[in-house]
């Protein structure tokens, strides 16, 4: 997904989406420290239009074995990429610099933790908000699935 490159990249957040978002209310009465989260992402983009997007999917849990899904989030966060022809290779695959993809990860992922917390209002997982999340570590552990 990325590459090393010395031309710097033009980008700016055009919209940001929540594409879906549920919560099931526990049967039973549960712990807010013992909920945690479960992060996903993926990216895409049209070279057409100098669009990159990224979805992040977080889904609220509780419990580590076997856990319970109580909430789910998925949004789209999509950046407009100056002369981002150069970023599309032809097999449809993009190459963005580390710094580039860490910077919009960042950005989205804050956005759509915003987001979780003001839908989350009024039940258990507003009060276990998102955590912070060092965006070049949420990269690499992509890398490494």
Same mark, same amino acid.
């Given at each position: 997904?990325?590459?090393?490159?010395s031309?710097p990249?033009?980008?700016?957040l055009?919209? $940001?989406?929540?594409?879906?978002?549920?919560?099931?209310k526990?049967?039973k009465?549960?712990?807010?420290?013992?909920?945690?989260y479960?992060?996903?992402?993926?990216?895409?983009?049209?070279?057409?239009q100098?669009?990159?997007?990224?979805?992040?999917?977080?889904?609220?849990?509780?419990g580590?074995q076997?856990?319970i899904?109580?909430?789910e989030?998925?949004t789209?966060?999509?950046?407009?990429l100056?002369?981002?022809?150069q970023? $599309?290779n032809?097999?449809?695959?993009?190459?963005?610099?580390?710094q580039?993809?860490?910077?919009l990860l960042?950005?989205?992922?804050?956005?759509?933790?915003?987001?979780?917390?003001?839908?989350?209002?009024?039940?258990?997982l507003?009060?276990?908000?998102?955590?912070?999340?060092?965006?070049?570590?949420?990269?690499?552990s992509?890398?490494?699935?």
């Amino acid at each position: 997904m990325s590459k090393e490159q010395s031309n710097p990249i033009s980008f700016g957040l055009e919209s $940001f989406e929540v594409l879906s978002y549920s919560f099931e209310k526990p049967e039973k009465k549960i712990r807010k420290d013992r909920i945690g989260y479960n992060i996903q992402f993926r990216t895409g983009g049209n070279p057409d239009q100098e669009q990159f997007w990224i979805d992040i999917k977080a889904t609220g849990q509780y419990g580590k074995q076997d856990p319970i899904v109580l909430g789910e989030i998925v949004t789209r966060s999509v950046f407009y990429l100056e002369d981002s022809e150069q970023l $599309f290779n032809e097999d449809g695959t993009i190459t963005i610099p580390d710094q580039v993809i860490t910077t919009l990860l960042s950005i989205s992922y804050s956005t759509t933790r915003g987001a979780f917390a003001t839908k989350a209002e009024g039940n258990i997982l507003s009060e276990a908000i998102m955590p912070l999340v060092e965006p070049k570590k949420l990269l690499e552990s992509s890398q490494s699935e």
